[in-house]
């Protein structure tokens, strides 16, 4: 930790890392194997990755998951996000009983690359098998997909949803709806970094339910520190943002 | 290390809420370390190039750490005269370009004519790229040889293809501030050279610390690091 990035940008702060792939990406750059993910994270510093499979997320779900689970038995910063594709539901289920379970699996996830939209019918099946195992939900949302997000989350009222990118540009629009669904949590990386989105979502949104992740390894992790090193909050809050929310709802121990 | 910033506005930003006014800039600046930054007039963007130009080069006349970069709305280029070499008479160091604000594409034969016009000029172009689409590629055709163009604001979705493009032209550079998937800094050293890249925030719409950061944590020589954040912009522009 004394010689990592955190040491120099984010003293003193523990950071937990909800938002994070294994895998090759089709443009330039590091492809980050599960090696490469170990070295990457013991230079960064982060106490905790969450991460989901690149492979899983755009061709072979059963294999991209397994992967992970690989990655997570073997290293304990690192946890595992089961992926579905609700176009197969009887994969879906499948792999969502097998990993609900598991130790080191912690949340389940879903990206509108998929070809669904997060509220159709179909990811609205897989859902209730989610609500039954109680296991939180993360997915890709982009500018314009908040009316469909907030619909999925009034679907399912005991479902935790976790609204990765916070609607992109649309991120006062997530704040706005998601106020209102004490379900919803918000996690605010893109590539793209406005001035003032944390600011505002903390202003506009509940501290507690804003949670900081990279979307490594498509993104550079020391890339998307700069929002949340350069927002002009209180330690309190970036301290909630960076690992106590976190370590709350995931139940991380100490 | 001395960091200079080749893609700095100011003014007002009519789309949404947003605090881009000169006071947010020179802040921005300040608490980023950046020693100069290359801006120009949002007036520029959204009302009258003229106008925003006269802004641009008063309010850096009045703050040593802003260097003035001019702008011109192909919509609205119809004079015979060439404007660039007008503005780079009156001490303009860059000339940016907004096609996304202003609703013109690289397309637009004026935008050709521009291109022209600034290489027997010698002023430097900087040309947003964006994410998806390929017109990198288009100003690499429709630029005349010896046009300095700035490959600016493109993502990592765009890298490949504006890689292949300053294969191909070699006076051209790119931007880095948006590369950002992980080594794409390394990546572009490798591949086209570090003295061809210069560092672009954004400022202050955007965050910038992520940018910095992230050539300042990348896996190549200290000299390289000075070229990218601040050397070949320095260079670039005769010296600022």
């Keep these: 930790m004394s010689d990592s990035v955190l040491s120099r940008l984010l003293p003193g702060f523990e950071v937990i890392d909800v938002h994070a792939h294994v895998g090759r990406w089709d443009y330039p750059g590091e492809a980050i194997d599960l090696d490469g993910f170990r070295r990457q994270t013991d230079r960064i510093g982060f106490a905790k990755v969450i991460v989901s499979s690149r492979t899983a997320l755009s061709y072979d779900v059963p294999e991209g998951n397994a992967e992970i689970a690989r990655l997570a038995e073997a290293d304990e910063r690192f946890h595992g996000s089961v992926i579905f594709n609700a176009n197969n539901y009887e994969e879906s289920c499948e792999q969502i009983e097998r990993y609900a379970d598991h130790p080191r699996f912690v949340c389940a996830k879903i990206h509108t690359c998929m070809g669904l939209a997060v509220n159709a019918p179909q990811n609205l099946r897989v859902m209730e098998l989610l609500a039954r195992k109680k296991l939180p939900l993360t997915m890709h949302t982009w500018t314009g997909d908040g009316p469909a997000a907030a619909d999925a989350a009034k679907h399912f009222p005991d479902l935790t949803f976790f609204w990765f990118h916070a609607l992109a540009g649309d991120y006062r629009k997530a704040a706005e709806l998601a106020k209102d669904l004490p379900n919803v949590c918000l996690e605010f990386v893109t590539s793209t970094q406005e001035r003032g989105k944390v600011e505002h979502l903390v202003q506009h949104f509940d501290v507690n339910r804003i949670f900081f992740g990279t979307d490594q390894s498509l993104l550079n992790p020391v890339y998307a520190l700069g929002p949340i090193v350069e927002a002009d909050i209180s330690d309190a809050d970036r301290r909630k943002i960076l690992s106590d929310n976190a370590r709350r709802m995931f139940r991380f121990e100490k | ?240």
């Design chain 2, 1 to 240: 290390m001395r960091i200079l910033d080749s893609h700095c506005l100011f003014g007002r930003w009519p789309k949404e809420p947003r605090d881009v006014s000169l006071p947010t800039l020179l802040k921005a600046l300040t608490m980023l370390g950046i020693d100069k930054g290359v801006c120009v007039s949002l007036r520029g963007v959204f009302l009258s190039h003229v106008e925003g130009n006269a802004e641009t080069m008063k309010v850096c006349r009045e703050h040593p750490q802003l260097v003035p970069a001019a702008t011109i709305n192909p919509l609205g280029y119809h004079s015979r005269q060439s404007l660039p070499a007008e503005l780079a008479r009156q001490g303009f160091r860059m000339l940016r370009l907004f096609p996304h604000q202003q609703g013109w594409s690289a397309q637009n034969v004026v935008v050709e004519r521009i291109l022209a016009e600034c290489a027997e000029a010698g002023l430097p172009v900087a040309f947003p790229i964006g994410k998806f689409s390929d017109v990198g590629s288009a100003i690499g055709r429709i630029a005349l040889k010896g046009c300095r163009v700035i490959l600016s604001d493109l993502y990592y979705m765009a890298m490949t293809e504006c890689v292949e493009v300053l294969r191909r032209r070699s006076e051209f550079l790119m931007e880095v501030g948006h590369t950002c998937s992980p080594g794409a800094i390394e990546f572009l050293c490798s591949e086209i050279g570090a003295n061809r890249l210069v560092l672009g925030t954004n400022q202050p719409l955007e965050v910038g610390r992520g940018a910095i950061e992230e050539i300042r944590c990348a896996d190549i020589s200290e000299q390289d690091k000075a070229a990218i954040l601040g050397g070949n912009l320095s260079a670039l522009l005769g010296g600022i």
